[in-house]
């Protein structure tokens, strides 16, 4: 009996390796699984490698039918969508991607990991993502209605970016059946363009602002300014937000971008973290703002504020203006022109550097767009 069992183990011994070659083998030729393999030092370095292998292959197959809302990738100044696509696919590697067999064979310094997961799987791992874009958005809903713009723009924003890293972006929708990444952007610019800033005073190197939300006090907002010499990190609370300009340093006009990105706050999320890393920055023009501010005789002051982007088409004179500076005469008749001009002036502002569109102004419309 026991000479039985003994020849019982021997035969598992001798079989098991071809057992699991013959599994990997099906695993590969099936077509029921995505698969990767590596091979390391260490069982960590193997598997980081096996994971890759692994994300790569899930990205060649669904390259084709992945939908991108934007050109997000770019290489030598063309569109890499195959890139695009991996780096969307990867973003699922550390966390979502829990339903991931793992076989490791060998032992250290050479050790062979192999990942592979269910065809079928793939579209659970989507749904998981649809779902946390709805709870974000729900997350964002619920701020808006207490007037948290803060709040409700990064959770908005944070649901969009979630939602363009889709293989089918359009299919995250809202419970009345609404595409949730052609309603968020809506959303965004709605509350920027409700976002009002107004110049209060300025003592000494000190400026202090009012911000409101729909005529009322916002609760909080970050935002950024230069202060003459560099970007500087600012923030509302309670309606009011103060500017502090570097020594000396005098303008009429005070230009804010408002945070909606919010991706220093992301960083407990490695999912998102590697969402945003990965989708490009979608630019809202909303959220630049420009505020006047001047004293009149009677001592009090007085405030202009509105969204750059607006101010910017005030005056807007030919792209082919002089650089020295354009003329009073040099505006725009046809229409044309004033679409090159002010896709100039967008290109600008996006890019935050202004002075490439100065050439597009009259006069009087350069002294507003500064």
Same mark, same amino acid.
């Given at each position: ?124 791992? =989507?749904?998981?993502? $649809? @779902? ?5 958005? +729900?997350?964002? #809903?619920?701020? %808006? ?65 009012i911000f409101k939300y729909k005529g009322r006090p916002v609760s909080g907002l970050d935002f950024l300014y230069s202060d003459g010499r560099e970007e500087c990190d600012g923030a509302a609370k309670d309606g009011r937000g103060m500017l502090e300009m570097a020594p000396g340093y005098?303008?009429?006009? =005070?230009?804010?971008? $408002? @945070? ?5 706050? +992301?960083?407990? #999320?490695?999912? %998102? ?98």
């Amino acid at each position: 009996m026991k000479r039985r069992i003994i020849n019982l183990w021997l035969l598992l011994l001798v079989l098991c390796p071809v057992l699991k070659a013959q599994n990997w083998d099906y695993i590969r030729t099936s077509g029921e699984y995505y698969y990767g393999s590596g091979t390391g030092k260490t069982e960590a370095e193997a598997d980081k490698a096996a994971l890759n292998d692994l994300v790569q292959m899930i990205a060649v197959h669904v390259s084709s039918d992945f939908q991108s809302q934007t050109d997000e990738t770019q290489a030598n100044g063309n569109i890499d969508h195959k890139t695009y696509v991996r780096n969307c696919v990867s973003t699922y590697s550390s966390s979502a991607l829990t339903n991931v067999e793992k076989w490791t064979e060998g032992e250290e310094p050479e050790v062979t990991v192999r990942r592979y997961m269910l065809r079928s799987e793939l579209d659970k791992i =989507y749904e998981k993502r $649809i @779902e946390k874009i709805r709870d974000m958005v +729900a997350i964002a #809903d619920g701020a %808006l209605e207490k007037a948290k713009v803060d709040m409700a723009l990064q959770y908005y924003y944070w649901a969009y970016s979630l939602a363009r890293s889709l293989q089918h972006p359009t299919e995250a929708k809202d419970e009345a059946g609404h595409s949730l990444v052609t309603l968020l952007p809506v959303k965004i610019r709605g509350i920027l363009e409700d976002i009002s800033v107004a110049f209060d005073k300025r003592e000494g190197d000190c400026v202090d602002l009012i911000f409101k939300y729909k005529g009322r006090p916002v609760s909080g907002l970050d935002f950024l300014y230069s202060d003459g010499r560099e970007e500087c990190d600012g923030a509302a609370k309670d309606g009011r937000g103060m500017l502090e300009m570097a020594p000396g340093y005098e303008t009429e006009f =005070y230009h804010l971008d $408002i @945070e909606y990105e919010y991706k220093n706050l +992301a960083r407990g #999320d490695d999912e %998102l973290q590697s969402v945003l890393d990965v989708v490009a920055k979608a630019a809202f023009p909303e959220s630049s703002v420009s505020v006047k501010g001047r004293a009149v005789q009677d001592g009090t002051s007085v405030a202009v504020s509105q969204p750059a982007a607006r101010l910017a088409t005030a005056g807007v004179a030919t792209t082919d203006a002089p650089a020295a500076g354009p003329s009073p005469s040099q505006t725009v008749d046809d229409a044309a022109l004033y679409c090159e001009a002010m896709e100039k002036v967008l290109a600008a502002v996006k890019s935050r550097n202004y002075v490439k569109a100065s050439s597009c102004f009259t006069l009087e419309g350069l002294d507003v767009y500064n």
